[in-house]
């Protein structure tokens, strides 16, 4: 099975140029996660998932001008993200030495200059603002919203993967979403954040 008809059974189309740096992005992964320990995902298979996964929000929100991700990892959603939104100027927020190596050492591979990565907890970042901020399987909703609230504007909009459950973590907020659903993901987006 290669990458571009996963994406493409999974309603992603993207050029091939795009599909190629996703695909060494792919093999770089697998390379230093079996050293590593990046992520749960151990094959080749279980990497396209989560590139879809990563990359399918592209087919109901538009190209943000600045976006930041929280928690980075080992670059899903975001790195993802940056290969297809290339005039989007993207921050990895993460942490952990090894993730943030990995992350720096894929962006000079595959020459993704509109992503940096700061190797910080997002609580520590000052002085930006960004349209888009995203996040995979870090915390709840509302701690979310409140660790980066600092970097937010009155219309930034949030972009979170979450699971079955999300709705759970929405009772008691007060809050303008959608809830985006594919097979067992809700990609919840958060559209300005009255109340809050």
Excluded: C
Aim: proline share 2%; net charge positive; no cysteine.
């Amino acid at each position: 099975m290669n990458l571009k008809k996963v994406l493409e059974n999974g309603g992603v189309f993207l050029n091939q140029e795009k599909i190629k740096k996703l695909e060494s992005y792919s093999e770089m992964l697998l390379e230093w996660n079996s050293t590593h320990n990046l992520t749960g995902a151990k094959t080749k298979e279980e990497i396209y998932q989560n590139i879809l996964d990563s990359i399918y929000p592209m087919n109901f929100v538009k190209e943000p001008k600045e976006l930041l991700d929280i928690g980075s990892g080992a670059g899903f959603p975001a790195l993802a993200l940056g290969v297809v939104w290339q005039n989007a100027q993207i921050v990895l927020a993460e942490p952990r030495n090894k993730r943030a190596s990995f992350l720096r050492f894929v962006i000079l591979e595959l020459g993704l200059s509109n992503i940096s990565v700061k190797k910080m907890r997002v609580e520590n970042i000052f002085g930006l603002k960004f349209d888009l901020i995203t996040s995979r399987a870090v915390n709840q909703v509302e701690t979310l919203l409140q660790i980066s609230k600092h970097l937010s504007k009155k219309e930034s909009q949030y972009l979170l993967f979450k699971g079955e459950r999300v709705e759970d973590e929405l009772r008691d907020l007060k809050l303008n979403y959608k809830i985006v659903e594919r097979e067992k993901r809700k990609y919840l987006l958060i559209l300005g954040q009255e109340g809050f």
